[in-house]
């Protein structure tokens, strides 16, 4: 009968020292797989989470100048040029300016018609957005 030593690599459920290392080699490679997939799914979170602050602060600069428009159409506020003030709190970071122009309709002006253009502006992130529209002026001809 003959004792198994340490050279004797023909024993059940022991794997030769080879197999060891590669063995080790496949963790490492499978952790190296796991590492470069978790980057570019955190990178893809990344990117679409900044595109939905982006798309959330175009969508409450509209909402703002949507609001000044109605409040000129409503007689609140007047339909005459005004540079960049700010808006009340608590939206004190956002600004918006009003541009007031005869409205056009190919090379002739169109009596009584103004075009109206409200441009607010955001910090963060920034921002700048126009919305413009066409009102009957007050006197009711062109301005």
Do not use: K
């Amino acid at each position: 009968m003959q004792l198994p030593g340490p050279a004797d690599q023909t024993q059940p459920g022991r794997e030769p020292r080879s197999g060891r290392g590669a063995v080790l080699l496949e963790v490492l490679l499978a952790l190296g797989l796991f590492v470069v997939a978790a980057a570019i799914v955190t990178g893809g979170l990344n990117a679409a989470v900044e595109r939905t602050i982006r798309l959330r602060a175009q969508t409450h600069a509209l909402d703002l100048a949507a609001s000044v428009i109605s409040e000129i159409q409503m007689g609140l506020r007047a339909a005459q040029a005004a540079g960049p003030e700010s808006f009340e709190a608590p939206f004190d970071q956002w600004t918006c300016e009003i541009e007031v122009g005869p409205y056009t309709f190919g090379t002739e002006n169109a009596a009584g018609l103004q075009l109206v253009t409200v441009i607010v502006r955001g910090e963060t992130p920034p921002m700048v957005q126009r919305l413009t529209t066409i009102l009957v002026s007050e006197s009711g001809e062109a301005p």
